[in-house]
Every structure is written in C-alpha cells, then in structure tokens.
C-alpha cells in the first residue's frame, strides 16, 4: 500500500491525471503563497563570498535527477576537493566530515546514504554533511579543502557560488511549484542558473548491471529494490517485465522488510542503485544486483565559464 501511495504522489507531482490535476488546482492558493515566499527570499538575499571557489549543483524540482553523479564526476576531477550536502535520511544532526581526503570518518547512521555513496566513490576528496552549508564552508576550508561542490544548493541565496542546474530528459506536465506540482521554484529560475545541463543533451546515464563488482547478466524475473526519488525512472534502463518495489525516498530499511522481501523474491534478482546499496550490504541479500551508475557529459558541453570562476580564486 504505501508503495502505491509513493508511486501515486510521484504521477501527481510531475505527470498528473485528471483527478490530480483538480487536486493541483485547488491547492494553488498555497502555491502562490509558497512562490511568494521563495521569491523575496531570493530578492533580499545578499551574497556573501567565503574565499573559496563554490560550485552548485542543484535542480528546481523536487527529487533526484543526477545532482550525486555529477557531482561525483567534478568533483573527482579537482584535488582538495569537498563535496557538502545536508544528508537527508540520517539519523544525526549537526555538521559531520564524513570522508577526509578519501578516509571514511562515520558510518551510514551518521551520514545518511547520499553522503555515504559520495565518500565510497571519491578516493581522494572530502565529504562534509551540515543544515547549515555556511558553516559547513568554513569547516571544508579548515580541512585544507581548494574547491567546494555544494549539493542542491541553489536555494542558498546568501552563499556566491557558480551555479549549475540540472533539468530532467523528460519535462514534467505538471509546471506548478508546490504543494500543486513537483518544482520548489518556480521554472522561470532557470535563467539564473549559470550553466544548465539538461539529460540526454548535455549528459547521459551510463548503467552496467554488477554482482559482487564484477559485470553480470540479467535474467527473466526481475524486481527493484529502491528508496530513491522518482523511482519509475530505473524502468527505463531495465526489460519490461521487472517489477518496482519502492519506499521512500532515503528509506532505512528495516529486518522485517527485508526478510519479506527475502522470502517473496528469493528466485528473482533483485536490483538496486548505488545510493540503495550502501544501506542494503548489511543484509547479505545473495541474489542482489547493482545498477552501477556513470555519467557521461558530453564534449560539446562548455565548462569555460567555470573554469574562469574557479580561476578567479587562484
């Protein structure tokens, strides 16, 4: 049932039916207040400049649509690096370096998963999780960090940062923001993004199906074991015939699930994300397989301007 309701929230955020477009329209009055609301945050937000290069990667609606990949690619590519993102789904508070320079510091209880994939994927960089990405700055250069990748920061108004925004291969019908559709800021924002990358023109998912680390072959009975945003999208890279058990996004698993899940799927091969796996290697599921995840950005794409910005601080 409340994978139903997950699924159902999603359609209505982004592709609504005819009911859920009814829903849209009588909670518009909220919206306009909400919009309102975001839009004279940003008008009397005033930047403030930490000395060190910060570099954005966000989107304006809600959910995932790449901001951890592409981070992990840019961020994998300049020495120093740190990568800092609230950690949704953690069970602490407060800031945290989870990763120094490669070293994992904390376990997933403490960083959440985004956080842990993160610091597993960058050998060489730190990984920083705090509500307050301010200080989470100050704490980064401490570290001795030279460049900052600030996951989903967008909204941070008051912080003087290289914005780059992500939109999705398939825009949503639904263009209100909310709680009447699925964007947390209104679409117009994205002429103030400073470079705009859009799936499937500027950069494509690269999926290798893995068990164990090692490539593998999917078979007839197929299930997907997620706990991400907009989980219909995984379909897309898998045989029509695989089914989608999905929970919340940032879900902890827990024993009983996972033992149901155990007994209900045992002759199929259950298939799960990067960002799933962190949380699922400690149930030794024999028949798990991993959507191992890359990015790849196109050569057409033009990152001069960022590279001027970063320079700038030199």
């Not at 990763?99 to 050998?123: F, R, T, V």
């Not at 825009?171 to 923001?177: D, G, K, L, R, S």
């Not at 680390?213 to 907009?230: C, M, R």
Request: proline share 3%.
């Amino acid at each position: 049932m409340k994978q139903k309701l997950y699924l159902w929230i999603e359609d209505y955020l982004f592709f609504p039916n005819t009911l859920q477009q009814i829903i849209a329209y009588l909670l518009l009055p909220l919206t306009f207040i909400y919009m309102l609301i975001i839009l004279l945050k940003r008008t009397f937000a005033k930047e403030v400049d930490f000395g060190i290069p910060v570099i954005s990667i966000g989107n304006i609606i809600v959910g995932g649509s790449g901001k951890t990949p592409i981070a992990i690619k840019l961020a994998s590519s300049y020495e120093k690096s740190c990568v800092i993102l609230r950690g949704f789904g953690r069970a602490s508070k407060g800031l945290y370096v989870i990763s120094k320079e490669g070293e994992i510091l904390e376990d997933i209880s403490i960083s959440g998963d985004e956080a842990m994939l993160l610091a597993k994927s960058l050998k060489h960089s730190s990984v920083i999780v705090s509500e307050n990405r301010i200080e989470a700055i100050k704490k980064a250069k401490e570290l001795g960090c030279k460049i900052v990748f600030l996951d989903d920061g967008f909204s941070k108004y008051n912080i003087k940062k290289f914005n780059i925004l992500l939109r999705p291969k398939k825009e949503p019908t639904n263009f209100y923001c909310l709680p009447s559709g699925g964007y947390r800021e209104p679409k117009g924002l994205y002429a103030y993004a400073d470079l705009e990358l859009k799936e499937g023109v500027d950069f494509n998912r690269v999926i290798t199906i893995k068990k164990d680390g090692n490539e593998a072959i999917l078979k007839d009975k197929l299930v997907v074991l997620t706990a991400i945003s907009k989980p219909k999208r995984l379909l897309e890279f898998l045989p029509k015939n695989t089914q989608l058990l999905a929970f919340a996004d940032h879900h902890t698993f827990t024993n009983d699930e996972i033992k149901e899940v155990k007994e209900k799927y045992n002759d199929y091969q259950i298939i799960t994300t990067g960002k799933d796996l962190v949380k699922l290697e400690a149930f030794n599921i024999e028949n798990l397989y991993l959507m191992d995840l890359d990015i790849k950005i196109e050569d057409s794409v033009d990152f001069s301007m960022m590279k001027e910005y970063i320079k700038t601080y030199e």
